[in-house]
T-cell receptor, first 114, second 112 residues
Framework: EAQVTQNPRYLITVTGKKLTVTCSQN?????MSWYRQDPGLGLRQIYY???????DKGDVPEGYKVSRKEKRNFPLILESPSPNQTSLYFC?????????????FGEGSRLTVL | DAKTTQPNSMESNEEEPVHLPCNHS???????IHWYRQLPSQGPEYVIH???SNVNNRMASLAIAEDRKSSTLILHRATLRDAAVYYC?????????????FGQGTTLQVKP
């Protein structure tokens, strides 16, 4: 089954404790991206990747890192999480980096930073 | 970055058509218009996309203005399962950027 898988789905952590949210897709997609969703602010893009080893900042990249060492995986790294990173996170992928393809989203990862 | 503007919320009665508008006055020639919807407690899902011509699929229709500065997502017969947040976004077809701006979308309520 074609899907985008995020882990963990739920996480409660403390300020400063490094964490990684994994994202994996099984569709051989070129493009992958991370978003955060907060009440009243909608979906905001954190980082995106046009292909392996090619990443770039979205609108809200501060406090986050990403890597794209292989095509299927695009982990989101919070080196030193802070309470303002408490949010619902979504990973998405699409076959192509250009605008003709639909985005497939994961089910979301709810992160709470105390 | 090209942005879209949508009403915050809309209401519809079940089994009636729904027209969800989106303004994108700064759209460029290389932008595709995409629509996604997000059901409660789920990730967004693709609905439809187009460039210039109107498009139909099993879920909805997309009507694009001649000047491409606005578009309308049409749900022909709303059902209770269509209650969701609908997002209109622009995706650059040139490949120069992967930036996407979703905004807050339109929350659609469907009344029985």
């Amino acid at each position: 089954e074609a899907q985008v898988t995020q882990n963990p789905r739920y996480l409660i952590t403390v300020t400063g404790k490094k964490l990684t949210v994994t994202c994996s897709q099984n569709m051989n997609h070129e493009y992958m991206s991370w978003y955060r969703q907060d009440p009243g602010l909608g979906l905001r893009q954190i980082y995106y990747s046009m292909n392996v080893e090619v990443t770039d900042k979205g609108d809200v990249p501060e406090g986050y890192k990403v890597s794209r060492k292989e095509k299927r995986n695009f982990p989101l790294i919070l080196e030193s999480p802070s309470p303002n990173q408490t949010s619902l996170y979504f990973c998405a992928s699409s076959l192509s980096s250009v605008g003709t393809g639909e985005l497939f989203f994961g089910e979301g990862s709810r992160l709470t930073v105390l | 970055d090209a942005k879209t503007t949508q009403p915050n919320s809309m209401e519809s009665n079940e089994e009636e058509p729904v027209h969800l508008p989106c303004n994108h006055s700064t759209i460029s020639g290389t932008d595709y218009i995409h629509w996604y919807r997000q059901l409660p407690s789920q990730g967004p899902e693709y609905v439809i996309h187009g460039l210039t011509s109107n498009v139909n699929n099993r879920m909805a229709s997309l009507a694009i203005a001649e000047d491409r500065k606005s578009s309308t997502l049409i749900l022909h017969r709303a059902t209770l399962r269509d209650a969701a947040v609908y997002y209109c976004i622009l995706r650059d077809v040139s490949g120069n950027t992967g930036k996407l701006i979703f905004g807050q979308g339109t929350t659609l309520q469907v009344k029985p």
